[in-house]
């Protein structure tokens, strides 16, 4: 999970390889949880301020995501075809849970789902206050860009202690 | 087809499937959310950041360090003293400056030089953060971080008194142990010994022991009021002597953060504020004065575009 912010003056970009998700696509529920604190940015003091200043991550450690599948169709991904697929959940960041629509697509290979998503956000919308002074270096529409791949949990698996 | 799937950080991977695997029958009637969050969390303790803002209190150093491939450029000035009259615009015609640098060489490792307008001085440190503090499990309660500095007075002297290198150098040790209490609320204390080659009288100690206290309290977000006190252990106290006490403000914004603080010591290096502070804070002795600090990424972190 990779966001990216571009403005005249700088770019910002971050990720994190903790996020954890759970998809069950017989019911169509999807659920991601990622710790805020796992971000990498590539300053130092970007990273520091991101938590400190913007996320307030010690009080709002994780953003979560809770959704619904629309449109699956399950026969296609078992063929191993890519979907198109759109998601409709409560994305809860800083405080502050916002009814989104995300468009992404699934993918069936090797027993494997991948996923791949691509939306915005906007940080005024979650109440991250941006002040005046560096306004001109946050954009104000933050690009997300989600790339998973998922392992079944499968009934034997459940089998086993 | 029932088909959950699970997508995790390596370090999760494993304790997660099987939270997911134990209650798979359950999987379909059950909030997904709420089984994710019940998953354990990966056992590694979480760093506390940010204890400070700035690498400086107000006149000594925090437990901070700039981190790997960061560069400080540091600008701090004391105006002359406030009680200094009219004629000398209450001390801002005589300003005292130090400019510095300070890079870190790994999140830890600090190396810094800086130049005092004050008795023309050279000094340069090293800064090592040997614990930080974390939450979690193996939680530490406190960062503690070492610092060793030397200062090199390259005045020219009319005294007769040859001055060889030896005699014009200075060492301080520091030992900051400090502890984030809130967001908001930050400790540090500050064991401290100056160790002068010379001595202006005979019966003045060479090491003199400073035990120093300070903290910031946040007002907003990116304000706070700092305090910063070294109380000079009386047995190694050179004569005329006073404690260094400074309060500040700190304002921080994107890459710079400014202090602006009212002190009794006009110098900015370990030496010259706990080993030459005369001015009596409450008489109106007091310099006004303002640290900046500017960072730059000279080594971004790997695997970023430029």
């Known amino acids: 999970m990779s966001f990216f912010s571009t403005s005249i003056l700088e770019d910002i970009e971050a990720r994190s390889e903790q996020s954890a998700a759970l998809i069950d696509l017989q019911s169509g529920q999807v659920a991601f949880v990622i710790p805020i604190k796992s971000f990498q940015f590539k300053r130092t003091l970007m990273q520091e301020h991101f938590n400190e200043n913007y996320m307030e991550s010690e009080k709002y450690p994780k953003a979560t995501f809770k959704g619904q599948l629309h449109n699956l169709d399950r026969d296609a991904l078992a063929k191993g075809q890519s979907q198109q697929v759109q998601v409709e959940g409560d994305l809860f960041i800083h405080g502050v849970t916002k009814r989104v629509q995300v468009q992404g697509a699934l993918e069936l290979q090797k027993g494997n789902l991948l996923v791949h998503a691509f939306f915005s956000v906007a940080p005024a919308d979650y109440g991250i206050e941006i002040p005046l002074l560096v306004r001109e270096n946050i954009a104000r529409i933050v690009s997300i860009k989600l790339v998973a791949s998922c392992e079944s949990v499968s009934q034997i698996s459940a089998a086993k202690p | ?306």
């Open chain 2, 1 to 306: 087809m029932h088909l959950p799937f699970t997508r995790l950080g390596r370090r999760v991977a494993a304790t997660l499937l099987v939270g997911a695997a134990a209650s798979t029958a359950a999987l379909a009637q059950d909030d997904l959310l709420n089984q994710l969050e019940q998953t354990p969390q990966p056992a590694a303790p979480e760093l506390v950041e940010a204890t400070f803002k700035g690498l400086r209190l107000i006149n000594g150093h925090t437990v901070q360090t700039p981190g790997q491939g960061t560069l400080a450029f540091l600008i701090s000035h004391r105006f002359g003293a406030l009680n200094s009259g009219a004629y000398n615009f209450f001390g801002l015609d005589q300003a005292t400056l130090r400019l510095g640098f300070e890079y870190g060489v790994t999140d830890r490792l600090t190396v810094g030089i800086g130049r005092s307008s004050m008795e023309k001085a050279f000094d340069g440190f090293l800064k090592y953060k040997a614990l930080r503090q974390s939450t979690g499990p193996r939680a530490m309660p406190v960062t503690v971080t070492l610092l060793a500095t030397s200062a090199l007075n390259t005045l020219r002297f009319t005294d007769n008194l040859e001055r060889t290198l030896p005699r014009r150098l200075t060492y301080t040790y520091q030992a900051m142990i400090a502890r984030k209490f809130s967001p908001d609320l930050s400790i540090q204390v500050m064991p401290t010994l100056v160790h002068r080659n010379l001595v202006a009288r005979a019966t003045e100690p060479n090491d003199v022991y400073a035990l120093g206290v300070g903290g910031r309290q946040k007002l907003t977000k990116r304000t706070s009021l700092n305090l910063e006190y070294y109380y000079l252990v009386p047995s190694t106290k050179p004569y005329d002597l006073r404690n260094s006490l400074a309060v500040g403000f700190d304002i921080e914004t994107g890459g710079h953060v400014f202090q602006l603080h009212v002190t009794n010591s006009q110098g900015m290096i370990e030496k010259q504020f706990i080993t030459e502070t005369r001015g009596n804070f409450f008489k109106g002795d007091l310099f006004f004065g303002f640290n900046m600090a500017r960072n730059f990424t000279v080594r971004a972190k790997e695997g970023f575009r430029k």
